[in-house]
């Protein structure tokens, strides 16, 4: 994980933003670690309330309802400000977003983690710029791209 985020700290631009999600076992100790490794600043937690959320096939816990973004900053852990944070609306620039998994709450691809296209395109609107290159290499579905390209 740290290998690979050391590459981004090189790939990024200086005080560039980046969205990072994971499980809720891990985000904090993740967040707390790329900090103090001198790699990135963690400026605040990312929350995507599902609003369908896949239900409990073997009933033994609870439904996951949510996934924990990291935002991040590209200055080696210096507390510095975004190159990029442009404010939306008071509305939309609260940390916790609630979005349907899907277009229209049924999943598009077979991903297991499929982000909504919607939430996508909402935190490229914030963290970049016209003629920004956006980077998500790992794909998956496509939908960061589908979502850049429409921002």
């Known amino acids: 994980m740290f290998k690979v985020c ?4 090189r790939i990024l631009k200086p005080y560039a ?7 809720y076992r891990h985000a904090g100790w993740i967040a707390h670690e790329l ?6 600043t963690f400026r605040m937690p990312l929350i995507w309330v ?3 959320p896949q239900p409990s096939y073997k009933k033994t816990s609870f439904r996951s309802g949510y996934e924990m973004g990291l935002w991040l900053i590209n200055d080696g852990a210096q507390y510095a400000q975004p ?4 404010f939306l609306t008071q509305a939309r620039m609260c940390n916790v977003m609630s979005y349907l998994i899907g277009r ?3 999943k598009r691809t077979q991903h297991p983690t499929e982000k909504p296209e919607l939430l996508t395109r909402r ?3 914030i963290f970049t710029d016209e003629g920004d290159v956006v980077l998500d290499n790992f794909a998956g579905g ?3 791209g589908v979502a850049a390209f429409k921002a």
């Open 6 to 9: 050391t590459e981004y700290r």
């Open 17 to 23: 933003s980046m969205v990072l999600f994971f499980g």
């Open 35 to 40: 900090q103090r490794r001198g790699l990135f």
């Open 50 to 52: 599902k609003d369908n």
């Open 83 to 86: 190159k990029t944070f442009n």
């Open 104 to 106: 229209d709450g049924y």
């Open 123 to 125: 935190l490229v609107e």
């Open 142 to 144: 496509g939908t960061t």
